[in-house]
């Protein structure tokens, strides 16, 4: 069963009662910006979110299917998630502390159009690897999209730089944030450190090569949000390389 103790792949950040503050990647946090802040009751925001379980299971041969298990607070259901296009969404949304996106929406059980976010994928942009983008049923995207989400969707696109717009670096990254000429961009990004843009880089490539390496048939473990050892040793080097 998904959640039993022990079976986190990522563990937990903070104990029961923290509450994140203060700005992303703050001293005192050793380098984990807002992943250091991040506890089972919040994140910088304020607002009350709860953990998730999450259990991913590689679809066993053709004509399977990958499949997502969430449990919070005891309740396991099926998620309706696109493995690929939406596990950098788990890495950016828990490092920068985007707790209204799609994995805080699962989490709170407030994604009411998940079937459309997880099958909501033009082709012409699933192509160039857009994360979550083009429409379902002929529904536009703006129309479901919630502006957490939203905002989540276009930052995690500056951060994994699938259609090679510049520099993977924390540069690069605000280069392609300033670009999309939105003022709530730009603002999550003036909250977050150069080594928390690092962190995100490199742990979205991280856990795409985890997902990479499970067999077919095999299962993923993880949780929302990402805890300190997932990101344990992905901080090292010059924060200018990647």
């Known amino acids: 069963m998904v959640g039993q103790p022990g079976s986190r792949a990522s563990g937990m950040v903070g104990q029961p009662g923290s509450r ?20 089972c009751d919040g994140f910088g925001g304020g607002g009350t979110l709860p953990v998730m379980e999450i259990m991913l299971v590689k679809a066993a ?11 919070v607070d005891g309740v396991t259901r099926r998620g309706a998630i696109h493995v690929v296009h939406d596990l950098p969404h788990l890495v950016v949304e828990s490092l920068f502390g985007i707790d209204d996106g799609l994995w805080g929406e699962l989490a709170a059980r407030s994604h009411a159009e998940a079937g459309r976010a997880a099958g909501a994928r033009d082709p012409k942009r699933h ?12 529904v536009p995207a703006d129309q479901w999209l919630t502006p957490g989400h939203r905002l989540a969707k276009t930052v995690t696109n500056c951060v994994t730089n699938r ?11 605000r280069g392609r944030a300033a670009r999309q000429d939105n003022p709530a961009v730009t603002d999550l990004l003036a909250r977050v450190d150069d080594e928390t843009i690092v962190l995100a880089i490199r742990g979205v490539r991280d856990l795409e090569r985890r997902w990479v390496a499970v067999p077919p048939g095999g299962k993923l473990s993880l949780s929302w949000p990402l805890g300190r050892d997932f990101f344990a040793g992905a901080g090292s080097g010059d924060p200018r390389q990647v």
């Open 127 to 138: 192509k160039q690897g857009r994360i979550v983008s083009g429409a379902a049923a002929d």
């Open 20 to 39: 994140a503050s203060g700005m992303v990647g703050q001293p005192g946090f050793a380098g984990f910006g807002i992943a250091g802040q991040l506890g």
């Open 61 to 71: 041969g053709p004509g399977d299917r990958d499949r997502a298990y969430l449990e």
């Open 163 to 173: 259609w090679g717009d510049g520099p993977d670096t924390p540069a690069g990254v």
